[in-house]
DNA sequence: CTCAGTGTTCAGTG
DNA sequence: TCACTGAACACTGA
């Protein structure tokens, strides 16, 4: 599930199994959509030999960063995501890439979909598409007058805004709906016509949910019991919600599940 | 067998 | 420029 808590999840365990370790050996499937034109060679080339110095995360995106430049980056799409393993046994279905340490651990990436990314960046926060993001939850969170001026700049539906990493980097559906819901604002009211309060809500919601659910390292069973969250998988005709019941409607191209008795 | 889906980008339209 | 829609990417699982 990686929105911004799975990917800074993934990064911690990434960087706890590499930090200090020399990439001794790359692995790489022939895949041309999730590498993006970075061809297996110029990979290998920046990975074996260099030593893992430590990591960063912005919004969804986080990369290594090793003793010498370029840095590998990765977007983990819906379905990307980290395992680890000794010897070549342990390899997961859909491995794209694999980096074996000198210690003999391998850290490989699968993505059964190939909707994630890995790409190489001499500056990673200042190149596309990393600089492009807008304000980090857990980074950068403006304040309550910056976020209000961001917001009301805009006229789409609120739910649309919150998707859009230009705006916030790292929310994705269920961060959107969980803070709505949590906010009680209703997704498609449009971002321009909020209220003051309105949007000190939703200001609050963003930053508590997605510091709670970096802060559990996005463990969904550790999730407060009264979070939209718990319900809105698989679009479940009766589901309730703090007693009420939950509407699956489509807001800015995506499932969106909200509390209208709530949600205002 | 069908269809939705934790994400992003691009083309086309208004 | 802004905003919206649909398609594409490719596979799993209900």
Not at 182 to 201: F, K, N, Y
Not at 219 to 229: H, V
Request: glycine content about 10%; proline content about 7%.
């Amino acid at each position: 599930m990686p929105e911004l808590p799975e990917v800074e999840t993934a990064r911690r365990l990434v960087e706890r199994a590499s930090r200090g370790r020399r990439i001794t050996a790359v692995f790489t499937a022939p895949d041309r959509l999730v590498f993006d034109g970075v061809r297996e060679a110029v990979l290998r080339a920046a990975l074996v030999g260099a030593t893992v110095v430590g990591s960063a995360r912005r919004g969804k995106h986080f990369w290594l960063e090793l003793d010498r430049r370029p840095f590998p980056c990765f977007h983990l799409g819906m379905t990307g995501g980290f395992h680890f393993y000794r010897g070549e046994t342990g390899r997961p279905r859909f491995l794209v890439l694999e980096l074996e340490l000198e210690h003999g651990l391998r850290i490989g990436y699968s993505d059964p979909r190939r909707l994630g990314r890995i790409r190489l960046r001499e500056d990673p926060p200042g190149e596309a598409p990393i600089a492009a993001l807008g304000f980090d939850p857990v980074l950068d969170l403006p304040g309550v007058a910056a976020f209000a001026a961001l917001v009301r700049a805009r006229r789409r539906p609120i739910k649309a805004l919150l998707l859009d990493q230009g705006f916030a980097a790292g929310v994705g559906n269920w961060i959107a709906d969980e803070v709505l819901f949590q906010a009680r604002v209703a997704p498609t009211r449009s971002a321009h016509g909020l209220s003051d309060a309105e949007i000190a809500r939703l200001r609050r919601a963003l930053g508590r949910i997605v510091g709670h659910a970096v802060s559990v390292s996005a463990d969904d069973a550790r999730f407060p019991r009264s979070w939209l969250f718990h319900v809105r998988w698989g679009r479940k005709p009766g589901a309730r919600c703090q007693g009420h019941p939950v509407q699956f409607t489509t807001v800015g191209g995506r499932t969106t599940a909200w509390v209208p008795a709530l949600q205002h």
